[in-house]
């Protein structure tokens, strides 16, 4: 499994990929961050990170497919999937072990945003257990829609078109709460419960409230490791039909 992760960390930092990912991730926290700190005319700027963090991710919403298109597309355009499926490793190493590096370049972009809120510490004054809070709803956010992305990889030999797959998903995914709203749906309660409980914004909104709840938590992994098994079976699946 370390091989699988070692080989795609360093497709991703040994290449500008992951840098220009970050700067891109960068550039669109500092755009609401800027945003955010209130009318210039005050002499003291309001502004929470959670609102910056739940402004950011419509736009994240762009990056992630980017991240992930590549993880098993390329692999099967180059012909490099026979190598993979032929090696010691099993489908359960080689699926994580790509997961894990999608995990960390992600990380590594978490972790470059960490300027604002010291920057904002230095200067001001920042709610830690707020900031926390949604750091941590922000990257279980993230690890859901990485999974997704990466399950999507596994059906094409198309970098493009895993993208945007990817991208209509998960705005799926991002909207599906205001669907659940609609008149239409609101008909029937049973069914709107049951649309609603794949939303994940509302659940993200907790988070950036400052307000860590099981629940969410339960969720967020449950849809990771369900997305995970899925990929499984798609690679196993194709596996077995190349005999």
């Not at 930092?13 to 210039?40: E, K, R």
């Not at 900031?131 to 829609?145: K, R």
């Not at 991208?167 to 709107?192: G, H, N, R, S, W």
Request: with cysteine; charged share 10%.
């Amino acid at each position: 499994m370390f091989s699988i992760y070692k080989k795609d960390l360093q497709s991703f930092f040994f290449t500008p990929f992951a840098y220009i990912v970050t700067a891109l991730f960068l550039f669109l926290f500092t755009f609401y961050f800027n945003g955010s700190i209130g009318d210039q005319s005050q002499a003291t700027y309001f502004f929470s990170f959670a609102n910056v963090f739940y402004n950011v991710i419509i736009m994240f919403i762009f990056l992630i497919p980017i991240l992930t298109m590549r993880t098993f597309a390329d692999e099967r355009k180059f012909g490099t999937e026979v190598l993979l499926m032929t090696s010691p490793l099993n489908v359960v190493q080689i699926i994580i072990g790509k997961y894990l590096a999608n995990i960390t370049v992600f990380l590594f972009m978490l972790a470059s945003s960490l300027f604002f809120p010291i920057f904002t510490a230095i200067k001001g004054e920042v709610v830690m257990s707020q900031l926390i809070c949604a750091y941590l709803g922000f990257f279980l956010w993230g690890a859901m829609y990485i999974a997704i992305g990466q399950l999507i990889s596994s059906f094409t030999e198309s970098s493009i078109l895993a993208a945007i797959i990817g991208e209509i998903v998960m705005f799926v995914f991002l909207f599906i709460d205001d669907f659940a709203m609609t008149k239409f749906i609101a008909q029937y309660p049973a069914i709107q419960s049951a649309v609603y409980a794949f939303a994940a914004q509302p659940r993200f909104a907790y988070f950036s409230q400052g307000f860590i709840r099981l629940s969410d938590i339960v969720f967020f992994i449950s849809a990771i490791i369900v997305c995970l098994v899925w990929n499984y079976i798609s690679i196993e699946k194709r596996r077995w039909n190349r005999g």
